[in-house]
């Protein structure tokens, strides 16, 4: 009966202490990239602030044709550029690895603490999610084709 009643009481210390620990923060810094694979085009960039504030742009052109590569490129980067500064700030649920939308289950962007890597998950029409790597940087580059 002992034995009982210290499992009942460890496990509500356990659960109590999990219901009151603070969730993980955000990590806060800037990030940007590109991808191009198979006709389709995005440039990314993202903020996080302290707060737990996101800021994600990631303008897309899909069906490129080679031939409109480098002018798509110059475009979708300008696209960025221009409309960073009326981007909305967004709050997602964050279990320290995973970014979700509130209450949702589709991955938005990935954390990896250990290598301070962020990925952004971009979802274009039925596709599955476009995984695109994002470099740190310190301040943002009129050119998020760099590598």
Known sequence: MRVLAATLISTFCLVSLFACSKPPQPP???WEGAYE???TMVVARLEIMPNGSIYVSAPDAENVAAADGPALRRRLAQQLADR???VEPRKMDFDGHIFRKPGGIAPQMEWDSGSKRMTLVVYLGMRPGIRIP???VSDFDPDP???
Do not use: D, E, F, H
Request: aromatic share 14%; hydrophobic share 40%.
């Open 134 to 136: 994002l470099r740190a």
């Open 84 to 86: 960073w500064g009326a």
């Open 37 to 39: 694979s198979n006709g």
């Open 145 to 147: 084709w760099k590598s």
């Open 28 to 30: 806060a810094g800037r």
